[in-house]
């Protein structure tokens, strides 16, 4: 399956962005997906996952309450609402598709694939 990792941009601290990722290839609901962050100098890190139906989602702490995944696996695209974005929300996004079938797959090695990534810059 490709990834397509979409709506990254410039927002100012305490606005919202919308990401998508666009799957091709395979249909996209046999597949956890993930959605990953690295920001400059740091470790990719784990940002919330969404199992195949959309029933179960998982949060990083750091999310607390501001981000919400959800899918429309009709329309094999996955998104990433980010609401109330903080200047530390900076790093590029990306989107990622596990086999682990239960929606909890939060480590980097439990994913197969990999989108290439959509800037989000908050400034303050």
């Known amino acids: 399956v490709q990834l397509q990792a979409s709506g990254g941009g410039l927002v100012q601290v305490g606005g919202s962005l919308r990401l998508s990722c666009a799957a091709s290839?395979?249909?996209?609901?046999?597949?956890?997906a993930g959605w990953f962050r690295q920001a400059p100098g740091k470790e990719r890190e784990f940002v919330t996952s969404?199992?195949?139906?959309?029933?179960?989602?998982y949060y990083a702490d750091f999310v607390q309450g501001r981000f919400a995944t959800s899918r429309d696996n009709a329309k094999n695209t996955v998104y990433l609402q980010m609401n109330s974005l903080k200047p530390e929300d900076t790093a590029v996004y990306y989107c990622?598709?596990?086999?682990?079938?239960?929606?909890?797959?939060?480590?980097?090695?439990?994913?197969?694939?990999w989108g290439q990534g959509t800037l989000v810059t908050v400034s303050s």
């Open positions: 990622a598709a596990s086999y682990v079938g239960d929606g909890t797959p939060k480590y980097l090695h439990q994913y197969n694939y």
């Open positions: 290839g395979r249909p996209f609901s046999i597949y956890t």
């Open positions: 969404i199992n195949w139906s959309g029933a179960s989602t």
